[in-house]
């Protein structure tokens, strides 16, 4: 296959054949925020929301660019944002706000802990 056929007839996440070079294993704890999503990805499936099939193919969905340029929990955090608005359970507007809500958060506790007696 060549060119334009193997783009048509390969997902974004099917590497298979091809020489990907050398894979640089490096063990890392996770980042708390890795931890949630994994923990949202149980939840979401132990609610029968988003199953293991649907999470994969909302990964494929976004494209070999997409996938490219994020990491592991990246696409995950955007496949389910973008399978919650397929299904009607989320909108963007809903989540942008809750994305603001933890900003702030995030910016009072920064600066309780930078300035703790005032």
């Known amino acids: 296959m060549m060119g334009t056929e193997t783009l048509v007839k390969r997902l974004s996440n099917d590497i298979g054949g091809i020489d990907g070079g050398k894979i ?3 063990e890392h704890e996770l980042l708390p925020w890795e931890k949630r999503c994994h923990a949202l990805a149980d939840v979401l ?3 029968k929301i988003i ?3 649907e999470k994969r193919r909302g990964v494929e ?3 070999s660019e997409m996938v490219a340029k994020l990491t592991y929990y990246e696409r995950w955090i955007v496949a389910f944002s973008n399978i919650l608005f397929q299904k009607g359970i989320l909108t963007p507007g809903e989540l942008a706000a809750r994305m603001a809500a933890v900003e ?4 009072t506790d920064a600066a309780r802990m930078e300035y703790p007696n005032g």
């Open 24 to 26: 640089e294993r490096v």
């Open 45 to 47: 499936d132990f609610r």
């Open 51 to 53: 199953n293991t099939e």
């Open 61 to 63: 969905a976004l494209g």
């Open 104 to 107: 702030a958060r995030a910016a």
